[in-house]
């Protein structure tokens, strides 16, 4: 019978020890960005940024096109995406200028009745909501919404939740603050109750990074879209803010869910941690 030297076995338990205690490691396995329309040479500068990190998963925050029902519009926006869409995941979270098109739920063979989903990557979960349909209680996003966090916020395996959507939930540009005014009071308490740590976004055509009561929104809409300038309107939680085309690379690593953000240029503009979320009750 062969025994283990105590020396080896100490070492052996030390190593599970951390492995348990440690993330699933992923370097920039997962990127964020979004608002393409008609930018389209800032949008092909933007892609080859992303694809040069050879992400796992791509999230796009909406209007990927100007007219969603326009078959040219379509056409060119897969032409400039295809290498990200063959290499990689591709998740698509639905823009105003999407319009709930036919052509969009056929190019991303979606079911038209539930344009909002969720899916686990790397230990955590994203969340990926309609900003144009409704959401609030008792709505079938809403509901949805409800059961996914709920379900998502018991799992111990899951570190951090994500929510990707078009429309910004604070911010500081062109359409932020009218739409915080919806999405704060129906999005925000539920994101807090079931510890959400990071919320992407787009709509604004711009990088702006902001935190309110502990949570961080990004807004990450400069995939080519024309870049807004920043607005005279001064927030406390709005932390960074640059009018640039941009996008996000995610890393679990053992401190959090770091966010790096790079214009088209290759530049970055910002970098922080998501710490992770405590470990449910019962499931240590
Ligand atoms: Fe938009």
Known sequence: MKTVAPLCLA????????????????????????????GHEAHRRIVGRILALKPAAVFHTGDMVSNGYSEADWKRFVDISSGLMSTAEFFPALGNHDRHAPLYFSTFKQDPKTPWYSVDRFGVHFVVLDSESPFWKGTSQGTWLREDLAAASAKPGLRHIVVVLHRPVYGTGHHAPDDSTVL??????????????????????????????????????GGGAPLYPKQEQPAAFSQV????????????????????????????????????????????
């Open 11 to 38: 070492v052996l338990l030390a190593s599970a020890g951390r492995a348990a205690a440690e993330a699933p490691a992923c370097r920039r396995c997962v990127a964020v960005y979004g608002d393409t329309r008609t």
């Open 184 to 221: 704060g009071p129906n999005l925000a308490p539920l994101f807090q109750k079931y510890g959400v740590g990071v919320v992407f976004s787009g709509h604004d055509h711009l990088y702006e990074r902001s935190q309110v009561d502990g949570i961080f929104y990004v807004i990450t809409g």
């Open 241 to 284: 803010f640059k009018s640039s085309y941009n996008f996000a690379a995610l890393s679990v690593t053992p401190e959090g869910l770091l966010c790096e953000v790079f214009d088209d240029a290759g530049t970055p503009l910002d970098s922080f941690t998501v710490k992770p979320r405590p470990v449910p009750a019962g499931a240590k």
